[in-house]
């Protein structure tokens, strides 16, 4: 009998009843359990170094410290979770801010409920999601603003533009070491070295860069 691998979710929001509401519903799950609830950014962020959680499900707009903060913050470190910006804000300018502070997706608190948790399962899988109406603007926004420089096709390396295909299909440093049979710490290396060369801040980013120049590779 096949045994079922349980992501852990921790939320924070300092809307007491969709906070409460979410938790109900990932706990719903069999393969989802929410580890805590928070209704603040600090103590959000305290509370994802104690339980390390695999996904952290983030409000954007909250009082005192707002997602960005906190998503800036937990970025800098070392903690794995992936953080998903949950959000009513559908701004352009929200959404690039936060691919910019290295978000592993953004969704709407609009979007039906069985979406939700069909993308917090992608997520836990080690994919990078995006509400499909916004990874359409993200992907115009790339493209209008002009905001990457054109990359020569020698800047990055053979392993490199591997990397960037898996990154493309959503995959995480974890699916792509074992792909490519190498360690989880010379994927990081890799993927750092490919930012810094096509200018980008995120794996997110750097995913619509690779959806934009499929003739690249």
Known sequence: MNSLTISSVLIIDDHPLFRKGVGQLV????????LGESASGKEGI???FQLKPDIILLDLNM????????????????LESL??????????????????????????????????????????????????TLATILSRII?????LSPVNKSSLT???SE????????QCNKVIARNLDISDGTVKVHVKNLLRKLKLKSRL??????????GYF
């Open 143 to 147: 493209r209008e603003d002009r905001l």
């Open 205 to 214: 980013e750097a995913a619509v860069w690779a959806i934009e120049h499929k």
């Open 46 to 48: 305290e509370m994802a």
């Open 83 to 132: 953080v998903i910006l949950l959000t009513v804000s559908d701004v352009e300018k929200d959404l690039l801010t936060a691919v910019r502070l290295g978000a592993d997706g953004y969704l709407l608190k609009d979007s039906e409920p069985e979406e939700i948790l069909s993308k917090v399962r992608q997520a836990a899988k080690g994919e990078i999601i995006l509400d499909d």
């Open 27 to 34: 706990n719903s799950q069999d393969d989802l359990n929410v």
């Open 158 to 160: 053979n392993r490199e």
């Open 63 to 78: 009082k005192h410290m707002d997602g960005f903060e906190v998503l800036k913050k937990i970025k800098e470190t070392d």
């Open 163 to 170: 990397i960037l295909s898996f990154i493309a299909v959503g």
